[in-house]
């Protein structure tokens, strides 16, 4: 029977790829989801840049300029981090993970399809709020798009590395309130949209540690000086290094 399966199965590309759309269609029809990742950081963006409520020095680039990086890095802490995070806890406590890690797709395919439905749902958020940004003045330096590119790719092996590692550890509820919390916390001061070194004192010399304040400024970098920020680029590398290790050592699938 065994072999019988594996000879009739799908390729092993085609069986990620459709476990990657399966999940990808789940985020993008869940209204809670959707609020979280697209509403949200859209919303955040016409608030940053048409007012002054949140006093920022934007270093002489227009504050749709300045604040767009600071939204695309939330959008992938938002998708690769919270949405992964607490899907992935809720899907292990039913046992959903247990039992298509014993399917054709396998642990490695399950993980695989994972990563590629977190780069599809941030294809969708950058086109949407690249789009909204772009309506408002954004004008960011072509020259920066490859290294803006390899900063989200960064970020988002940081961040999902970080999702199964909490999704692997923690009870669902736990996920749920760390998840959420962690965000809000990284949103504000972590660096992600006010830059570490406009964070006061001892917040701002912690911020530059944290993968949201790399990733923030990597873009920042890139979208407004068409510069590679070889600094947090490292930081994010190493994050994602040690990370990773932690949820392969410490990840329960049931």
């Not at 939330?74 to 899907?87: D, E, N, P, R």
């Not at 749902?121 to 803006?148: F, I, K, N, S, Y």
């Amino acid at each position: 029977m065994t072999g019988q399966t594996a000879a009739t199965a799908a390729p092993a590309w085609r069986r990620v790829v459709a476990q990657a759309l399966f999940e990808a269609r789940l985020v993008l029809r869940n209204g809670e989801q959707l609020l979280v990742t697209l509403v949200l950081p859209a919303l955040l963006l016409v608030g940053l840049a048409r007012t002054s409520v949140v006093a920022l020095d934007t270093q002489g680039a227009t504050r749709v300029d300045f604040v767009t990086p600071g939204i695309l890095a939330l959008a992938v802490m938002s998708t690769a981090f919270t949405s992964q995070a607490i899907a992935t806890s809720f899907d292990r406590r039913n046992g959903v993970l247990r039992l298509l890690a014993t399917t054709p797709l396998g642990r490695r395919g399950l993980l695989a399809g994972k990563v590629v439905a977190v780069l599809a749902v941030e294809v969708v958020q950058v086109v949407v709020l690249g789009t909204v940004a772009l309506a408002l003045g954004w004008r960011p330096d072509v020259a920066g798009l490859g290294p803006a590119l390899l900063a989200l790719l960064l970020g988002t092996a940081a961040f999902t590395s970080l999702a199964l590692l909490v999704a692997g550890v923690l009870r669902p509820e736990a996920v749920l309130a760390v998840a959420n919390l962690l965000l809000v916390l990284l949103t504000v001061a972590g660096g992600a949209i006010v830059p570490a070194l406009q964070l006061p004192g001892p917040l701002g010399d912690l911020a530059r540690l944290l993968p949201s304040a790399a990733l923030g400024e990597a873009l920042r970098a890139a979208l407004l000086d068409g510069t590679v920020a070889t600094g947090p680029l490292l930081v994010l590398g190493a994050w994602t290094a040690v990370l990773a290790w932690g949820a392969a050592r410490l990840f329960r699938w049931s």
